[in-house]
């Protein structure tokens, strides 16, 4: 925990804000693609360790454009499910953790894809299958009391969670050394990041709603107090917002405690108790 802490006060500044964003227009244009050319990606964008080593190192990154589904209504159902998911965990963990968490799955995949060529010699394609379902296991973990409507029958995201999760291990157990290779390698981020960290904890829709809605008054009073003037001239009415060289000064013979500018400060006409009374 106190790791990810220090990276943030390092690194915090060059997290992408509205990550997922961007990943689903690489899911969108992957699709699109397969629209045209359906071994487009698998020939020149998966993840292909024996290809990468050839020279194709922009495999390291085009293995992200593979949509979640075939099919133009899942696949826009599911490209839009994950940017929820995504976009919520962003708000909930922030910026900065969200792309930690994000990025070391996708490094996860590299080295499974390595490892795999490494061990058995041979090269398999891999996408970002596992990535996305590391996605939705932490959305889990995080919201285990959020609903989805599965052929429209509520159910709650634990119990999705508990059914992905034995999936997982069943293709665990049941796989050879390629599947179990690339389940546990993949979910690295998951395994590493998520259960290590004090982001592992229950959290209801309501709490986040609560969040966010305070970070936006924060930031509402931030603007506020930025939008404020802290000195204005009894006389003339300027302040530092018209000219921030402005010098202002107390005038301790007035009432009021008023202040002036530098221009008027030795020429204006003392204010008594009673004619503050009366401008009243």
């Known amino acids: 925990m106190n790791f990810f802490r220090k990276l943030e006060r390092k690194f915090g500044r060059f997290a992408i804000p509205n990550l997922m964003y961007y990943i689903i227009m690489m899911y969108a244009a992957g699709f699109v693609m397969s629209l045209f050319n359906p071994y487009f990606y698998v020939q020149y964008l998966a993840l292909d360790a024996a290809a990468i080593l050839r020279g194709q190192v922009w495999r390291i990154v085009t293995f992200l454009v593979c949509p979640p589904q075939s099919g133009v209504l899942f696949a826009l159902l599911a490209m839009y499910l994950y940017y929820s998911i995504g976009s919520t965990l962003e708000r909930v963990w922030g910026t900065f953790r969200f792309n930690m968490f994000f990025f070391m799955g996708v490094l996860g995949h590299i080295i499974a894809a390595f490892l795999v060529y490494g061990v058995t010699g041979f090269s398999v394609p891999m996408s970002p299958y596992y990535l996305n379902e590391s996605l939705f296991l932490a959305f889990a973990c995080t919201f285990p009391e959020m609903q989805f409507l599965l052929i429209f029958i509520p159910i709650r995201a634990k119990y999705l969670g508990m059914m992905y999760g034995a999936l997982l291990v069943y293709s665990f157990l049941t796989g050879g050394i390629i599947a179990k290779i690339e389940i546990v390698v993949s979910m690295l981020n998951f395994i590493i990041f998520f259960l290590m960290t004090r982001n592992y904890r229950k959290i209801s829709p ?56 530098m221009d008027h400060l030795y020429t204006h006409k003392h204010v008594t108790e009673e004619e503050l009374k009366d401008s009243k």
């Open 206 to 261: 309501k709490e986040a709603v609560r969040k966010q809605k305070f970070k936006n008054e924060m930031q509402k009073a931030q603007i506020q107090k930025i939008l404020l003037t802290h000195h204005k001239c009894a006389v003339c009415g300027r302040t530092e917002k018209d000219d921030p060289n402005l010098e202002f000064r107390y005038c301790s013979k007035c009432a009021g405690n008023l202040e002036y500018c």
